[in-house]
């Protein structure tokens, strides 16, 4: 009989300790997972965004006086197809006024045409420039500038590129003027043609 008992009291506190064992070892591993993945989204929460160098040269283009516009471009399976177009007004515009249109891009080589066209959508001239890019996933930036006596009567500007070119933003300034903003619609661009 006390060997029964015994057998009994052992099995029994064999048990307890077994409960205790699996309870403690449950209760460590759950506080560490929980640390673990709190400390992973505390991680993910306050993780810098990766910030092109592109985004700094922005910046101190968009912070510079007479800033007209920045196109911020959505973009499709990782490039831009199309273009941009800003119509703008006349106002306190002179004869010696000057435009500076820079490009940033990367991924591929651009191809891009820059010009000014009137209310008939007929492109008075167009610039065009290789390079911008270089063929790699760097950053670069283009700017083309030109008179405001040569398009007289000019409304708009247009910026054309090819579609394997990743255009990040388009600035346009002037160095008097701050032109009118309006949306972007990037596929209500008209085929380029020059115009001499």
């Known amino acids: 009989m006390s060997q029964r008992r015994i057998r009994i009291s052992i099995s029994l506190m064999m048990s ?19 640390h673990s993945h709190g400390s992973t989204d505390t991680g993910k929460i306050h993780r810098p965004k990766k910030e092109f160098t592109v985004n700094t040269l922005r910046e101190q283009l968009l912070n510079s006086p007479n800033v007209g516009y920045a ?44 010009g000014l066209s009137n209310n008939h959508l007929d492109y008075h001239e167009m610039y065009m420039r290789e390079g911008c890019g270089k063929g790699s996933t760097t950053e670069a930036s283009e700017t083309i500038s030109f008179p405001r006596t040569m398009f007289p009567d000019a409304s708009a500007l247009v ?38």
């Open 71 to 114: 196109i911020e471009n959505e973009l499709a399976s990782g490039s831009l197809k199309g273009g941009g177009r800003l119509n703008f007004t006349h106002n306190s515009i002179t004869d010696d006024e000057s435009y500076s249109v820079t490009i940033l891009c990367r991924y591929g080589t651009a191809n891009f045409h820059v």
């Open 159 to 196: 910026v054309k590129a090819n579609d394997e070119v990743e255009i990040i933003a388009i600035v346009f300034k002037t160095r008097t003027t701050e032109y009118q903003r309006e949306s972007i619609k990037k596929h209500d661009i008209p085929e380029l043609s020059s115009k001499s």
């Open 16 to 34: 307890i300790c077994l409960f205790f064992i699996c309870a403690s070892g449950c209760g460590n591993r759950h506080p560490v997972s929980m």
